[in-house]
């Protein structure tokens, strides 16, 4: 029976017409009544920006947080490689149900259809609205959009802007809201953080933001309220994240009874510039689209290996017979071009068998010699150029010569806030876009698909659901943020900073949050096992205990304090490391980027349990302390058969 607390909403009927007929039912708010109703959205990355500018021209009042100086400076700015759509423009027999089809397998079958099938339905309308703002697409020499391919799928669908796609998509993004800034619709709060949801009545009605540049604590009210605040993936320390991204506003939702699903979702991406030493902070993603045309290998023989780590040899010296292009060895079908997930336990396996290239071992080649040798220089410079240019920067080697030497790190969380179709949480009035909720990737994000979700969600689904809750409040006056439940809340917020500076210890905050990235990545990372993921449990109980004993956060509250913003950050990081390793123990299964070793194949890949852990885990908060509670929304899967994962043939 389903559980009570998860109704997803997901309207009947068959799934092509599933979208069509919520739209017809969902009430439409007048446009004199738009005027009076106030809605807060957090996140300006191309979830946030993209929704707050659609709400904005529909009429709505918003106002629009984030961290950064401005709002087109959200991690989104940093997404390469593309954007996917189903608008076959190739010719290679794409549909919005290849699409669907290869998102739902590329999730490894633990997202909903419903959802999934909505999303690549709007995909091509994502395309057309932003080719009207001007975004610079890559295009063929006839004018055509170009199109490359990502991993798991046969098909060329994603749309690019050389390696900026998401700098080009969230200038566009920002061109519109700021035209909804001018006419008044939007009002921007840069380098605000909300610290704190406002619930009043069971309903979300505003925030608790920190001004960070004066540190004053503000109080927002509005009608709804709609986090697009990303993904938690730097609960690892490490990781190709934005320095800023964070998993607060979610925990913060968490709390005050958001329910948060399938938070063990982490996905690593293969190709990274590997970990140079300990002094690190961030790690450099090289695209997915490099793969389109880069060759990843190692050496077969273990004598090129040790010649290569002693710098002895070059990697362009080792014979072609000698390499080991391992994914077109145990991949055919798909080669270089597999799912993420696919492609990082693949070189984790070379590289646990000893075959890594650089000093650490923790290395593999993406090689583009063939590259330049068949398009040659101009055609890969136009395609790669400034991937190219990045690489060289960063490592002093050059491409062109050499191949790239790249390693998995940890990149997005498939994890989020539960949503439901209309992407509203468990709390009435609070919805959840883009990378901050749980939505669509199931087990293992496919690669240029969470652009697309992030700007459906802002453009063309979250502007007509959203209608559907406001169109009974219109009536109700705006939020009175002298409420005691704004007090309680403000009050909350200042006795954490107060409790932050009181410790008045000796380590920063970076010294432990980077402990806690290797209890993460060591336990809850690309390989998960029951006695690691309850050591990973344990240890980050100590870890927070340590925080409280010795963390030392210099200067006040009410000043620029970055050292203050990455210390409240950490103290969620503690609970959604956590959350993350309960959920990872919960799933004694292996699907997408959740690998349990005892749940494996003979040669190494996962090993689903349909029957037991088809469902999305929901967790509940349950107080400090306490062990949250699990909810199971049942996946069902109607217009799909569901199969073992295959990228071999
Ligand atoms: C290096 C890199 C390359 C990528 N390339 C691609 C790609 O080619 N194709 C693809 O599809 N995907 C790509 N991705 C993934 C994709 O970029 C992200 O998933 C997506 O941009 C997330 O968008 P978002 O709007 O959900 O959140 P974000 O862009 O992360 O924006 C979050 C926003 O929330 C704000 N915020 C957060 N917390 C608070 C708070 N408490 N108070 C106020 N504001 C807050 C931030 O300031 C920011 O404005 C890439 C990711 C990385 C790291």
Not at 57 to 82: M, T, W
Not at 606 to 612: G, I
Not at 623 to 644: C, Q, R, S, V, W
């Amino acid at each position: 029976m389903a559980d009570p607390k998860l109704i997803s909403k997901i309207p009947d009927g068959p799934l092509a017409e599933k979208w069509s007929r919520r739209k017809s039912e969902i009430r439409i708010v007048s446009p004199n009544n738009k005027r009076k109703l106030e809605v807060i959205v957090v996140g300006t990355g191309l979830g946030g920006a993209s929704a707050a500018a659609s709400l904005g021209e529909l009429g709505y009042n918003v106002k629009i947080f984030c961290i950064s100086d401005s709002p087109r400076r959200a991690h989104s700015i940093a997404a390469q490689g593309g954007i996917n759509a189903a608008k076959n423009y190739q010719n290679d027999n794409d549909s919005v149900y290849r699409l669907f089809y290869d998102t739902i397998k590329g999730g490894d079958y633990r997202s909903r259809e419903a959802n999934v099938y909505r999303l690549a339905e709007v995909s091509a309308a994502i395309i057309d609205q932003c080719v009207a703002q001007g975004v610079p697409f890559a295009r063929e020499y006839g004018g055509y959009l170009a199109n490359r391919s990502f991993g798991g799928v046969q098909v060329s669908r994603t749309f690019y802007a050389r390696g900026q796609t998401g700098q080009q998509l969230l200038l566009g993004a920002y061109a519109s809201l700021n035209k909804e800034i001018a006419a008044g619709t939007v009002k921007s709060y840069p380098r605000h953080e909300m610290l704190d949801l406002v619930i009043i009545n069971g309903e979300a009605k505003g925030i608790i933001a920190r001004n960070l540049v004066t540190g004053e604590i503000e109080r927002f009210g509005a009608h709804a309220v709609v986090l697009a605040t990303g993904g938690y993936g730097n609960a690892y320390f490490l990781s190709t994240n934005a320095m800023n991204s964070n998993g607060s506003a979610a925990m913060q939702a968490y709390r005050k009874g958001a329910y948060f699903a399938n938070p063990c979702f982490a996905q690593i991406h293969p190709t990274c510039i590997p970990v140079h030493g300990d002094q690190q902070c961030k790690l450099t993603l090289m695209s997915e689209s490099l793969r389109n045309d880069g060759r990843i290998w190692v050496p077969k023989k273990m004598e090129d290996v040790l010649k290569l780590r002693k710098h002895e040899i070059k990697p362009s010296q080792i014979p072609e017979e000698d390499r080991d292009y391992y994914l077109e060895r145990r991949y055919p079908a798909f080669g270089n071009l597999v799912p993420r997930d696919v492609a990082s336990r693949a070189a984790k396996e070379r590289c646990d068998a000893g075959f890594g290239v650089n000093e650490t071992g923790l290395a593999v080649f993406l090689d583009f010699a063939d590259a330049i040798k068949r398009l040659g220089h101009q055609r890969v410079e136009e395609r790669y150029g400034n991937l190219f240019q990045m690489y060289e920067k960063i490592t002093s080697s050059s491409p062109w010569e050499e191949p790239m030497m790249i390693y998995p790190a940890i990149h997005y969380t498939m994890g989020g806030l539960w949503v439901d179709y209309d992407l509203q949480t468990t709390i009435p009035g609070l919805y959840a876009i883009g990378e901050a909720n749980f939505s669509d990737h199931g087990g293992n994000r496919l690669g240029a698909s969470a652009l697309m979700q992030g700007l459906a969600d802002g453009y063309f689904i979250l502007p007509y659901t959203i209608g559907d809750y406001l169109s009974h409040k219109f009536a109700e006056p705006k939020t009175d943020t002298n409420a005691p439940e704004f007090d309680a809340a403000e009050k909350a917020v200042k006795e954490r900073i107060a409790k932050i500076f009181a410790v008045n210890g000796t380590e920063t905050v970076d010294s432990i949050h980077k402990r806690l990235g290797n209890i993460m990545w060591e336990y809850v990372g690309m390989a998960r096992n029951e006695e690691g993921l309850k050591k990973a449990i344990e240890e980050i109980g100590k870890l927070r205990e340590e925080f409280w004993q010795k963390v030392r956060v210099p200067g006040t509250n009410e000043e620029f304090n970055q050292e203050l913003e990455k210390a409240l950050r950490l103290v969620d990081f503690f609970d959604i490391g956590e959350l993350m390793a309960r959920d990872a123990l919960n799933r004694k299964e292996s699907c997408g980027g959740h690998f349990r070793e005892e749940m494996q194949t003979e040669e190494g890949e996962t090993l689903r349990d349909d029957k037991n852990f088809m469902y999305v885990a929901a967790w509940e908060y349950k107080g400090e302390g306490a062990a949250p509670e699990l909810h199971k929304e049942d996946l069902k899967y109607e217009n799909i058969k569901i199969a073992t994962r295959n990228y071999k043939d």
